[in-house]
């Protein structure tokens, strides 16, 4: 499965951007998904899952209340929407597919597959 991520940019402090990542393959659909973010000189941590049916999802605690992840399997895509952005939120956010359709990991190396990573930079 190649996942591609998009959607980062440089936003202000208090506005949003959606994050997208389109998977390659129909596999997307049964798999769970989750969306990670590494700042500089920090250890890449667990933003936000999603279940195959969106059924399940959880958020870091960071992020609860102002990010929403969702998915569209009839477009093989993940999302998140990050509102209220904050100077910390900075990081490149990847998004990760496991081969797992129900259980959302909240560690890396428990996921399958990754994108390349997208850039979000928050201006205070």
């Known amino acids: 499965v190649q996942l591609q991520a998009s959607g980062g940019g440089l936003v202000q402090a208090g506005g949003s951007l959606r994050l997208s990542c389109a998977a390659s393959?129909?596999?997307?659909?049964?798999?769970?998904m989750g969306w990670f973010r590494q700042a500089p000189g920090k250890e890449r941590e667990f933003v936000a899952g999603?279940?195959?049916?969106?059924?399940?999802?959880y958020y870091a605690d960071s992020v609860k209340g102002r990010f929403t992840i969702s998915r569209d399997n009839a477009k093989n895509t993940v999302y998140l929407q990050m509102n209220s952005l904050k100077p910390e939120d900075t990081a490149v956010y990847y998004c990760?597919?496991?081969?797992?359709?129900?259980?959302?990991?909240?560690?890396?190396?428990?996921?399958?597959?990754w994108g390349q990573g997208t850039e979000v930079t928050v201006s205070s």
């Open positions: 999603i279940s195959w049916s969106g059924g399940r999802v």
């Open positions: 393959d129909g596999t997307f659909s049964s798999r769970a």
């Open positions: 990760a597919a496991r081969g797992s359709p129900l259980y959302i990991s909240f560690h890396p190396n428990e996921y399958d597959y």
